[in-house]
């Protein structure tokens, strides 16, 4: 699921926080209703299958940012690699760089505007998970159980809605496309320094990458507001692991939190 | 002293204008066109107003009322000036339309080479009482040169006697002050396209007219354009005070605008000063910007992430808090500053400046000097509208974290105290005064910081 995580990974950086994996535990569904294990097998296959998922070891994608609605245009970049390493840049004209990343332990942002933050709480958990190179293979990583709930439209779309409860007993939504069985997205409480923002995650156009069928579009509403995250491009086990290390600042924060507690 | 006033706020409804409609002619009209910009405009604020009842408004009813002039506008102009109406009726800040030509000006993404003729003059004005006198020149500038210094009165710009316009802005009802109306539109003329020759009337110190032509500069501060918004020109200056009257060393940090770019240069003056006796924020002119940059220099001066207020859209209830700046600008550990904090306003301090100044006094961490702010407090987005125009518009309020809604009310200085033109011609600046001296008196404290 590594394309997932590269779209999903995106969200972090605008709301500063990562939006949904794919992860979901087998437990009883509703009746007349597929379980909710059986719909994440079915997405899994519809992606390439685990072979196909655990094929690499890192992938590196390009592509754009846009709040449409506001002219708002950047190009974003998203490094990952197994087991949990993330970094997402955005770079906005205007605003400059935002920097969003996860080293397996500590997850971390440094936004022009605001300075450096490192993660804590929720947050923490929901970039761990993001973070995840092949999180939708392992859901009892992340995820206490899972329920599908009910059929409905989504983005236009017939799809089974899932119910989610994480390990840290936060509840999400998910939404699987009844025709394809690919996720189409999402509607979740993502944490952010501001609190909560509900953000509903619709990820569309999928294609191939590297033998992975992926979402080569991701549009998020939040606020109001609709943000596009658009992939062109991705390369796989090409990432520098050095890429992954904290930034001086973040390491600087960490160590003076490590000296505090 | 003063600083030049934000010519890039104003320079979106004068040079970018200007510039564009010089260069292109005006679009056809096409009405349907323009029906769908007045539905689009309507509809947006229908869904994005935080607040239901729109300030009491009756939304749906004025639809009603201003749609049938929508649809019989013949020109941009008509149709501008119904939208007009209509966001003017909820009597709230943050609600404007920004016309297509100012806000697709100035790129400096494109490069085009306008921004080279983009040209101010130097100097900022305030009205103060009855007259609009300048309270900055700044000394690498055309009006320096020519001799203008702090404490003139501006008679007339152009070919408008001062007086005109000033009778003119008080004849119109608005809920904005009749002093930033003035100040801003007096402003709006020294800029234009550098290297044009502008006239001004002035009354020297001696109160002698003195009639001047001076020509426009290319404006040195740095062009930033975010999204649909209009370009700013962003600008800071900091400098070290070493007061022998008061006994203290402080860093005094300016900048007209809050915008991104600004914020490196800002870091550092913060380190610089980060073992002087107190810090002064100066954001007199300053009109907002960029509202998440509030959070980052906020936390220059807090050791925890302290909650400054509420940002309350129609859905969600958003905590606003200052990020601790442990790390320095160089990457070190520091502690933020704990020392005496002044922060400096005035009726031209307006949006993400008041949300700092209001935000940081609500909490007890500054004391703030000046005049009350412009009350103009509500964060908002850009909308491109069908015919290429911008809606600006609001989509939340702020409450500070003691439950102040800013709006409409501004923020009230613990000191107040107002700049007199003879205050400008003996080069004083009580303001800036006040804030040494209580700096002083906290330094005296055994519980000072820093």
Sequence with gaps: MRAMTILTGLVSVMVMLPASALAQAGTAAAADLPEASLLRERHIEGVGGRAALEQYQSSHALGTFEIPGQGIHGSLEVFAAAPNNLLVTIDIPGIGTVRTGYDGEVGWTIHPATGPMVMEGRQLDQIRQQADFIGVLHPERYIASTETV???EFAGRPTYKVRVVTLWDEEYFEFFDKETGLLAGSIRQQESPMGAIEVTTVTKDYRDFGGINAPSKVVQRMLGQEQLLIVDQVEYDQVDGALFELPNEIRTLVSEQGESR | ?????????????????????ACAAQPTFDREVGLETFDAAWRIVYESHFDTTFNGVDWVALKGELRPAAAAADTRAELRSIIGDMLGRLEQSHFALIPQEAADTLDPTLD?????????????????GEEVVVTEVDETGPAWAAGVRAGWVVRSVGEASVDSLLSRLRSRESRIPVQFR???LVSRRFTGQAGTPYRIGFLDRADRPVALELTRRQDPSEPVKIGNLPTFFARMAHRRIESTEHRVTVGHVWFNVWMATLVKQIDAAVDAYRDLDGIVVDLRGNPGGLGAMVMGVAGHFFDDRVQLGTFRTRSATLRYTANPRRVSSTGERVQPFAGPVAVLVDGMTGSASELFAGGVQSVGRVRVFGERSAGAVLPARMDRLPNGDVLYHAFAEFVTADGITLEGRGVIPDEPISVTRNDLIEGRDPVLDAALAWIAEERKSPAAGG
């Design chain 2, 182 to 184: 003035i100040a801003r």
């Design chain 2, 1 to 21: 002293m003063y600083r030049r006033q934000d010519a890039g706020k104003l320079l979106w409804t004068g040079l970018a204008a200007t510039l564009a409609l």
């Design chain 2, 112 to 128: 085009d080479g306008d921004l080279d003729q983009v040209g101010d003059l130097g100097l900022d004005v305030r009205l103060l």
């Design chain 1, 150 to 152: 009910e059929e409905t």
